[in-house]
T-cell receptor, first 113, second 113 residues
């Protein structure tokens, strides 16, 4: 069965803190994605990775960075958290085939105070 | 510009009634089309997808969707809604040759007992 897990369901951080969100998939997928979900805006792509150590910016990369040292793990980093980064963060993975089905994790709801 | 429109932000139906959720897209290439469902506080679960072939596709939980190229639509339907279908539904468009999905802003479904 397809499984994408995210390290935390809920996080509360303070402005200026460095925040790490972890995502792990057990499907041997090449592609991994980080999205941000906000009411009325749907899902917006922050970054994606198509291979270990490879990454590409999505639509809203500002204020975020990513790391993919192993195939199964994709981390999203908020270098200095700000209140406007309070949101739901969703990780997804897919096979190498562009356009292929993306499978999502349960999400991390981040509150930055 | 590429876009996905879900014109209904909220829909309320009675349990047992039929359901249709609308999705319209604007996409230059031949699209891959997806419907996802998100229960409260959860990640996205794939309901169904269309890549090619038969334009009427069947998904999980009794859902189906029909691709109409002439109308640039991919509407989701269910003949009889159950209370457990209350959730948010997202339409997404992808394409062969691109990793990127474009998501609609979602339709929140409420089911009355």
């Amino acid at each position: 069965d397809v499984k994408v897990t995210q390290s935390s369901r809920y996080l509360v951080k303070r402005t200026g803190e460095k925040v790490f969100l972890e995502c792990v998939q057990d499907m041997d997928h090449e592609n991994m994605f980080w999205y941000r979900q906000d009411p009325g805006l749907g899902l917006r792509l922050i970054y994606f990775s198509y291979d270990v150590k490879m990454k590409e910016k999505g639509d809203i990369p500002e204020g975020y960075s990513v790391s993919r040292e192993k195939k199964e793990r994709f981390s999203l980093i908020l270098e200095s958290a700000s209140t406007n980064q309070t949101s739901m963060y969703l990780c997804a993975s897919s096979l190498w085939d562009p356009g292929g089905t993306q499978y999502f994790g349960p999400g991390t709801r981040l509150l930055v105070l | 510009a590429q876009s996905v429109t879900q014109p209904d932000i909220h829909i309320t139906v009675s349990e047992g009634a039929s359901l249709e959720l609308r999705c319209n897209y604007s996409y230059g290439a031949t699209p891959y089309l997806f419907w996802y469902v998100q229960s409260p506080g959860q990640g996205l679960q794939l309901l169904l997808k269309y890549f090619s072939g038969d334009t009427l596709v069947q998904g999980i939980k009794g859902f189906e969707a029909e691709f109409k190229r002439s109308q640039s639509s991919f509407n989701l339907r269910k003949p009889s809604v159950h209370w457990s279908d209350a959730a948010e539904y997202f339409c997404a468009v992808g394409a062969k040759g691109t990793y990127k999905y474009i998501f609609g802003t979602g339709t929140r479904l409420k089911v009355l007992a």
